[in-house]
């Protein structure tokens, strides 16, 4: 269904259980929800053929999935000013192609987020319709939460990245597109990226572990933490791991955190007191790889 204005609905306050209100914070980008159409995962998988053209009045959208590396590579191109990567990704099994700094930090925080099960940084093509117009846009990242969500991210550096009204209306039609494939679609500043002060410290110590050999009683003595299913502090399991060397205890604790066994809040500093909560492990099959 093509978005129109005209479409944006107004719910009574005698249904709170429906929620038109953007999944974004900035009341400057209109609002396409659409009632009469309810999310649903399996808008993704439909047969191409069902979709001959853009022409087609049921198509909302066109997702078409990037391939980075090779002879496909429509993301990182030169002459862009902004930072430019590619991040290895022992979460993912992937590499992930990065642009600009507030990106490769929510990259770093998505690696080693023990709520983030799966990610992919610019994983799709949307090709999509406001009005009788067609626009093309390339999501920052995507994002499978241990708590089932998906979230469609765009990374801006301030407010002010917002303020081409043409822009405001393409991101209202995504927001809309991703609604209605299930997903929450999100508007991330790098403020809200590095977060507090002892965030992002923390994430690139635990970031530097994640390919760090730990030996066989290291790995059960984490093991049995996870088994247990208990809480317990810092210094309790860097106890168990080896009393007499903190420095390899403290290594072998923040590589099951980057492994993601192991919960701990990333915005407090880490101390001997710090509570670590061991996370069971979960499946995802593969939902954001469509």
Not at 22 to 35: F, G, L, Q
Not at 52 to 80: C, F, T, W, Y
Not at 141 to 162: F, N, S
Not at 187 to 196: E, Q, T, V
Request: include cysteine.
């Amino acid at each position: 269904m093509r978005i129109k204005h005209e479409d944006k609905q107004v719910v009574k306050r005698a249904k709170p259980a429906i929620r038109i209100e953007p999944r974004h914070a900035d009341r400057r980008i209109p609002n396409y929800y659409n009632a009469t159409e309810p999310a649903s995962r399996g808008r993704l998988r439909r047969p191409a053929h069902r979709w001959p053209g853009m022409e087609e009045a049921s198509r909302l959208a066109k997702i078409v999935v990037l391939e980075h590396g090779g002879h496909a590579n429509p993301v990182i191109k030169r002459g862009q000013k902004h930072l430019r990567s590619r991040m290895g990704s022992r979460k993912t099994g992937r590499q992930q192609v990065v642009e600009g700094r507030g990106h490769r930090d929510l990259t770093m925080w998505n690696e080693v987020n023990p709520k983030c099960l799966d990610y992919e940084a610019h994983p799709f093509h949307i090709q999509g319709r406001i009005e009788d117009s067609l626009f093309d846009y390339f999501p920052d990242h995507i994002r499978l939460m241990r708590d089932g969500t998906i979230e469609l991210i765009e990374v801006k550096r301030t407010p002010a990245d917002l303020d081409d009204p043409a822009y405001r209306e393409k991101l209202g039609a995504v927001a809309e597109i991703a609604r209605r494939a299930g997903w929450n679609f999100r508007i991330l500043y790098h403020a809200d990226i590095i977060g507090p002060r002892w965030r992002m410290q923390n994430v690139e110590g635990v970031y530097a572990r994640r390919f760090m050999l730990v030996s066989r009683r290291e790995q059960d003595v984490i093991t049995s933490f996870v088994l247990r299913g208990e809480d317990a502090t810092w210094a309790d399991i860097r106890g168990r791991i080896a009393p007499h060397d903190h420095r390899r205890a403290n290594a072998v604790i923040e590589n099951a955190i980057a492994l993601g066994r192991i919960d701990v809040d990333f915005d407090q500093r880490f101390t001997a007191a710090t509570i670590l909560t061991p996370l069971e492990p979960m499946s995802h099959n593969d939902q954001i790889r469509i």
